[in-house]
């Protein structure tokens, strides 16, 4: 039996179509229903739009509200939440950091403060160092062999910086000479990557 091409496209156009006209009538429906919720006209509070049905989780949801409540109250550039538990080489890194306000983000570029630390992290070497070091606490010996350089003189030249930066540490508690990412360093290391592959991915 032939199949009718043109005939299947058509018939995916319409059923296209139909899901489209449903979804946004069940936009328009959950819009003006959150709008008698809330109170606030047009579904915005102040400058900040509220958006519905960002995520099927409601709890998130609830947050996410709540965000845009204070962003747009506050008249903020933005307002962020995020939370996270990093465990690897039996260290844990858990963390929760609620309604951070973007104008301070910002104010980092203003500063210099965020092109000082990439410049400090934004080499190869030192970026495989602290990779090393996140899964597993590490000599210098041992991270010559593991990362590939050929000698401890290469390992000391990056770790210099690092250990400025208080980025990372020698821990007695290790044993003798192990070195170790700050605990209190981890999650930014870990939301920098998030936000790196928010830049990259598709």
């Not at 400090?120 to 991270?143: E, F, H, S, W, Y």
């Not at 605990?183 to 592959?197: K, Y």
């Amino acid at each position: 039996m032939e199949r009718n091409f043109g005939a299947e496209i058509d018939n995916l156009k319409k059923d296209l179509k139909d899901i489209k006209e449903l979804l946004m009538n069940n936009f328009s429906a959950n819009s003006v229903s959150r709008a008698n919720q809330t109170g606030e006209p047009n579904n915005s509070v102040g400058h900040v739009k509220k958006m519905d049905n960002m995520h099927p989780d409601p709890a998130i949801m609830k947050i996410l509200d709540k965000l845009e409540n204070t962003c747009g109250k506050n008249g903020d550039s933005g307002c962020i939440t995020y939370l996270g538990v990093f465990s690897s080489g039996n260290r844990q890194s858990t963390w929760i950091r609620n309604e951070i306000n973007t104008n301070h983000l910002l104010a980092l570029i203003e500063n210099k403060t965020a092109a000082n630390v990439l410049a400090c992290i934004g080499n190869n070497d030192r970026l495989n160092i602290l990779l090393a070091l996140l899964k597993k606490p590490m000599t210098v010996a041992q991270l010559v062999s593991d990362c590939g350089y050929n000698s401890t003189g290469q390992v000391y030249h990056h770790l210099k910086p690092l250990i400025a930066s208080d980025l990372i540490k020698e821990d007695s508690n290790e044993g003798k000479g192990y070195y170790v990412v700050q605990p209190h360093r981890v999650q930014g290391i870990i939301m920098l990557l998030a936000g790196i592959n928010d830049m990259v991915d598709s």
